[in-house]
Nanobody, 115 residues
Framework: QVQLVESGGDLVQTGGSLRLSCTAS????????MGWYRQAPGKQRELVAR???????NYADSLNGRFTISRDVAKRTVYLQMNTLKPEDTAVYYC?????????WGQGTQVTVSS
């Protein structure tokens, strides 16, 4: 089992930047995959970016390089640097971890981009 605590969500203007953080309650060496999803009102939850079990990264095609996922293993923390934010990035952002076949979710952090 793992607990995930997110932070960093905020209200920003179009074109602004934010960095989200997600800290896990256990060593990242014991977590198979970890990353970020988001859910906008009335829409399904979708992948934003993640580290795979092999250590590579996946990004949603729609981001066009605006977001970067990174991690600090010593701090058990995954980051999501979001640049050139757009109103369509407005959503609740969830941290996700997979251990074996079990998925774990954080409580979510709200990102709102004003036009």
């Amino acid at each position: 089992q793992v607990q995930l605590v997110e932070s960093g969500g905020d209200l920003v203007q179009t074109g602004g930047s934010l960095r989200l953080s997600c800290t896990a309650s256990r060593s990242m060496y014991t977590i198979d995959a970890m990353g970020w999803y988001r859910q906008a009102p009335g829409k399904q939850r979708e992948l934003v970016a993640r580290f795979t079990s092999g250590g590579t990264t996946n990004y949603a095609d729609s981001l066009n390089g605006r977001f970067t996922i990174s991690r600090d293993v010593a701090k058990r923390t995954v980051y999501l640097q979001m640049n050139t934010l757009k109103p369509e990035d407005t959503a609740v952002y969830y941290c996700n971890a997979r251990i074996g076949v079990t998925l774990y979710w954080g409580q979510g952090t709200q990102v709102t981009v004003s036009s």
